[in-house]
């Protein structure tokens, strides 16, 4: 069985901010990681992933996260946030192999960027 | 190119009622994922296609969710006698599910259920 936590519902910026989102995860085999970003009114699209290999991920605009076994972690980070990163972050697991598909979400967290 | 597609966007039912929600996968892609978004959660697994095995429905939350799917394209997602706490988002995935890779998955707009 998986779990996925994100740790902050909402979390505020100002532009030009470190931007750091927080997941925990618990997993019964070694998982694949995955963080999805939502744009108002838009579906849900990649961001980056973890399935094996380096544990520092680099994604699209900018992002990055590094899974950590030690601290069944994958927090995700933005040296500089922008306005237009503004959006719902949902992290997720999924056991690999042939459940590969079946992801395991966390709640999400709401990211707002001030001026 | 098309990405996956849902009907209807928005859908408002009322308790009791069947609703059928449907999805079309991105041409060519073998798996097809159905999840459930409540109101201030995250996504919830209901249920997996995957090529021509049995589908993973371990996600569905009662019998009176169900899914079909035509081959490798069309999805629909029934349920029957709605209730007020299956008002949610409901969103579909596909995935090329490249053997031995790591596929991503693509989603839709969702289908915006409220069941009165």
């Known amino acids: 069985a998986q779990s996925v936590t994100q740790l902050g519902s909402h979390v505020s910026v100002s532009e030009g901010a470190l931007v750091l989102l927080r997941c925990n995860y618990s997993?019964?085999?070694?998982?694949?990681l995955f963080w999805y970003v939502q744009y108002p009114n838009q579906g849900l699209q990649l961001l980056l992933k973890y399935t094996t290999g380096a544990t520092l991920v680099k994604g699209i605009n900018g992002f990055e996260a590094e899974f950590k076994k030690s601290e069944t972690s994958f927090h995700l980070t933005k040296p500089s946030a922008h306005m237009s990163d503004a959006a719902e972050y949902f992290c997720a697991v999924s056991p690999g192999g042939t459940s590969y598909g079946k992801l395991t979400f966390g709640q999400g967290t709401i990211l707002t960027v001030h001026p | 190119g098309a990405g996956v597609s849902q009907s209807p966007s928005n859908k408002v039912t009322e308790k009791g009622k069947d609703v059928e929600l449907r999805c079309d996968p991105i041409s060519g892609h073998t798996a097809l994922y159905w999840y459930r978004q409540r109101l201030g959660q995250g996504l919830e697994f209901l249920i997996y296609f995957q090529g021509n095995s049995a589908p993973d429905k371990s996600g569905l939350p009662s019998d009176r969710f169900s899914a079909e799917r035509t081959g490798e394209s069309v999805s629909t997602l029934t349920i029957q006698r709605t209730q007020q706490e299956d008002s949610a988002v409901y969103l579909c995935?596909?995935?090329?599910?490249?053997?031995?890779?790591?596929?991503?998955?693509?989603f839709g707009p969702g289908t915006r259920l409220t069941v009165l």
């Open positions: 995935a596909s995935s090329p599910l490249r053997t031995g890779g790591t596929d991503t998955q693509y």
């Open positions: 997993s019964s085999v070694p998982p694949y």
